[in-house]
């Protein structure tokens, strides 16, 4: 008797699949993921105005200018030089403008969103980039429209006003409006809290500064933003004011930068 032996089938193991590994060709170039920097900025603006304390900061910023002329229409009577008044209602914007930029910043350490921002965008220069873009647009919209109000309300119930270069005061007073706004974002971010960051500012530019400038004016015109908008509004493009707010920026964003980039978001 014969026996047919048939052969068992082998177990087959099921292996992982390895995906091969992605090489760049060259040429190539990676493709970046997350939104895009004007997409990014404007996600920005938006946070920046969803809040109620940054809407209430940016309805003030446009209503400060003109509420500002007609009380000092109220007070002086009449026989108002525009680029003077100007210069003192674009300060008022300026400063407020200011504290829409902490907010920006200093606000999402306070209420820790930072955290949601950052795993959004691990990079965090690219984000404060567009904080400063997004802080520089609104700077522009807002001073634009608290500018033009303020004209508006010198127009219609200020009696004997002399209109020689409004013009220079109205572009001096939208530049810093815009100039503000990022030199707030700047100290927001490396303050980290919206509080401190605000009281410390302040007291310094409308406390310290101001006493400075009654001791040593020659040092104080070269550290003071907030009297250097008079200046650039009353003179035109000169060179100090210009040199004095430029210098805010450039040093509130890189501290915001360096800062920021060495603070733990846990």
């Known amino acids: 008797m014969s026996t047919t032996l048939t052969p068992t089938p082998t177990a087959v193991v099921p292996t992982a699949v390895v995906p091969a590994a992605v090489v760049p060709v060259a040429g190539s170039t990676a493709r970046r993921t997350g939104p895009s920097f004007p997409a990014l900025t404007g996600l920005e603006i938006r946070k920046s105005l969803s809040t109620r304390s940054g809407r209430s900061v940016a309805a003030l910023a446009v209503l400060v200018g003109p509420l500002g002329v007609l009380l000092a229409t109220v007070t002086s009577g009449g026989g108002v030089v525009a680029a003077m008044a100007l210069g003192i209602m674009g300060m008022l914007i300026a400063l407020v403008l200011l504290a829409l930029g902490v907010l920006s ?50 127009a219609l119930f200020t009696a004997g006003v002399s209109w020689v270069g409004t013009a220079q005061a109205v572009a001096a007073v939208i530049a810093s409006g815009a100039a503000f706004a990022v030199i707030g974002a700047g100290i927001g971010a490396a303050v980290g809290n919206s509080a401190a960051a605000m009281t410390g500012t302040y007291l310094t530019v409308l406390g310290i500064l101001p006493v400075l400038n009654s001791v040593e004016p020659e040092i104080a015109e070269k550290l003071d933003p907030a009297g250097a908008i008079t200046v650039l509004a009353q003179q035109g493009a000169a060179t100090t004011p210009i040199a004095v707010i430029a210098g805010w920026v450039v040093v509130s964003t890189i501290a915001g930068v360096l800062i920021t980039r060495r603070r733990s978001v846990a």
């Not at 950052?118 to 990079?123: E, K, M, N």
């Not at 980039?129 to 609104?138: D, G, R, V, Y």
């Open 105 to 154: 910043t200093a606000g999402e350490w306070t209420h820790k969103s930072v955290q949601t921002t950052y795993l959004l965008v691990p990079q965090r220069g690219r984000v404060l980039a567009a904080k400063a873009a997004a802080m520089a647009l609104l700077g522009l919209l807002l001073a634009s429209l608290g500018v033009a109000g303020a004209v508006g309300a010198l």
